[in-house]
Each structure stands twice: as C-alpha cells, then as structure tokens.
C-alpha cells in the first residue's frame, strides 16, 4: 500500500501564493506520475497539472503562468508552487500518484486533500 500525505493548503489573499506539498510512502518500485487535482464546491474534480518521473510538465489552462509543479524524486514528494492566486482557485486540493508497486501491480492513490481558499 501507499500512502499520500498533503500539506500546505490554507486561506491566502487575491494575489498571494501559497505552496502544496505532498509526501508518498509505502511500497513503492517506481513512481511514473504525480499530479494536483482539484474540486470546487458544486463542481467536478479538475485536473491542475502532473509530472512525470521525467521532467514533462502539462497544465490545465487556467493556471498556465501561475503554478509551477515540482518534484523531489529521492523524497517521493510532489509539490504545487501556487502563484498569483484568485478566488475561482478556491477548491480542496488532491494530491495523486500512478505507482509500481514492489512485487505487486501497478495502481493510482489519493491523498486526503487539502483545503485552499482565495478570499480577501
């Protein structure tokens, strides 16, 4: 099993940044891909961006220019540098991951999510 630990969410100001950190432990071979998705109340989850266990990169419009995904390979960890934020960025924040398992199949895990609020 994995687990997903996410931190870093909170309450920010139109044009603040705040900076999402997620932690993946377990039995893990090999990660092919960590991502941030999102839902806002009343909507469907979204995805916000992934990165590959090469340095590819890919976003949802809508945050082009803003955020910036990272990762730590050594530590597992994924991270979301979010930039310039506005109040439709307001969601709970998830944190995904597409693993091999050790001597097992491949398979995908959530985090818990974390809160994120843009409001002045």
């Known amino acids: 099993q994995v687990q997903l630990v996410e931190s870093g969410g909170g309450l920010v100001q139109p044009g603040g940044s705040l900076r999402l950190s997620c932690a993946a432990s377990?039995?893990?071979?090999?990660?092919?891909?960590m991502a941030w998705y999102r839902q806002a109340p009343g909507k469907q989850r979204e995805l916000v961006a992934t990165?590959?266990?090469?340095?590819?990169?890919n976003y949802t419009d809508s945050v082009k220019g803003r955020f910036t995904i990272s990762r730590d390979n050594a530590k597992n960890t994924v991270y979301l540098q979010m930039n310039s934020l506005k109040p439709e960025d307001t969601a709970v924040y998830y944190c995904?991951?597409?693993?091999?398992?050790?001597?097992?199949?491949?398979?995908?895990?959530w985090g818990q999510g974390t809160q994120v609020t843009v409001s002045s």
């Open positions: 377990g039995s893990i071979f090999f990660i092919y891909a």
């Open positions: 995904y991951t597409d693993v091999q398992l050790m001597g097992g199949p491949r398979r995908d895990y």
């Open positions: 990165a590959t266990n090469g340095r590819d990169t």
